[in-house]
């Protein structure tokens, strides 16, 4: 009987520890299982929670594509810190679709190139009153400038990154199509006018913008000039991209429609070839625009400048004129000089801009500018 009893206390002691060492096996290998689902399949949410994040994704997707098409057609603001090689790609694209999916109402960008202040600003402030969401503002200064004015002028942090300008050098083209290419990136800005500070509007903003947004081509002189000013200025190393039968001469002052500003500010032939071989006596800001559109693109220009100048007395720079030579007998002379061609009709509304205006004109403009040109 003992020996028995201590034989089955023995085998039931070894069965449970048996099943013991068994539960522990089978626990560790379990933990094991676990763990390799946790690492290989996490465990995803809820569908109802799913379904919940992805339609507020959606939603918040929405909103955010709207503000950033706002933002990408008519920037806030023009100061950026884009250099000049990553702005004229930037503003060279062109939309692949012409129907536009907004409300686009066509602006008048004012390109003004100048060294510091506006002398006459007040007279450009009292010709824009009254016309916002029509036209956009785009002054390039020397880089050293940082003048402000107050808020409530139309000029107001209306200044793009600058750089020096040299008269008759390069860094005049770069300037030019620097402003051109800040005023691209504006898609609402249909037509661009390059000014200079000592410019004036000859009519008001109502017939400038409708002359400007309603014509069919840009204004821009190209013209062959066969005297030594002209054709004298060509160099041969140009050749064979340029030849002498394209070369052009013409006013720097033009105004373009969108189609040719992109063209200038796309130009990657012809522009490197003119900072290498055009140099003084030969004038960048008088032939590589000529050039370049005789080059590339003849039909887009009435061949012929909306800026009046007077260059009768002769010499390398026009007239300017002082406070006693301003009157409503003089504009009245200017603003119907001559007739010219306008959407292949005569028109007696050829030039729009006048220069050079010293800043002493200032008060008889203001005083002339209610009665004769027909704002303020």
């Known amino acids: 009987m003992s020996f028995h009893l201590v034989t089955t206390i023995v085998f039931t002691l070894s069965m449970s520890f048996f099943v013991l060492l068994l539960a522990l096996f089978i626990n560790d290998q379990f933990k094991k299982i676990v763990i390799y689902e946790d690492i290989y399949f996490p465990h ?120 020096a300008v040299q008269w008759g050098r390069s860094t005049m083209i770069d300037a030019e ?91 990657v032939t012809y522009y490197p070839i003119f900072k290498k071989y055009c140099v003084p006596p030969c004038y960048m800001d008088e032939h590589y625009l000529p050039t370049l559109v005789n080059k590339v693109c003849p039909k887009l220009t009435s061949n012929r400048s909306v800026t009046w100048a007077d260059w009768s007395a002769g010499g390398s720079h026009p007239m300017t004129f002082l406070k006693k030579d301003v009157s409503k007998v003089f504009l009245k002379s200017v603003r119907s000089e001559v007739n010219c061609s306008y959407n292949g009709k005569l028109s007696s509304i050829c030039s729009l801009f006048g220069r050079k205006f010293h800043p002493s004109t200032l008060q008889p403009l203001l005083s002339i500018a209610p009665m004769l040109l027909g704002f303020g």
């Not at 950033?68 to 008519?74: Q, R």
């Not at 004036?200 to 069919?216: A, G, Q, R």
């Not at 002209?230 to 002498?244: A, E, S």
């Open 177 to 267: 199509r620097r402003l051109l290419a800040n005023a691209l990136l504006d898609i609402p800005n249909e037509r661009f006018i390059l000014l200079s500070e000592s410019c004036i509007p000859l009519f008001n903003f109502t017939t400038i913008y409708t002359f400007l947004t309603n014509s069919d081509l840009s204004f821009l002189g190209s013209f062959d000039d066969p005297r030594k000013i002209g054709r004298g200025r060509y160099n041969k190393r140009m050749y064979p991209n340029i030849t002498l039968s394209d070369w052009r001469k013409g006013s720097q002052w033009f105004e373009v429609h969108r189609e040719l500003a992109i063209k200038i500010v796309s130009d």
């Open 44 to 163: 995803q949410s809820p569908i109802y929670n799913l379904s919940i994040i992805s339609t507020h994704l959606v939603c918040n997707t929405s909103s955010n594509r709207s503000v950033a098409l706002n933002d990408w057609l008519s920037p806030k603001g023009v100061w950026h810190s884009m250099n000049d090689e990553e702005l004229m790609w930037r503003a060279s694209m062109v939309p692949q679709i012409e129907k536009y999916p907004f409300n686009r109402i066509p602006r008048v960008a004012f390109l003004f190139l100048t060294r510091g202040r506006l002398p006459l600003a007040p007279l450009w402030e009292m010709f824009f009153k009254g016309h916002e969401g029509l036209f956009s503002i785009y002054l390039h200064t020397s880089p050293d400038f940082n003048y402000e004015p107050p808020p409530s002028s139309v000029f107001y942090q209306r200044r793009i990154p600058s750089q």
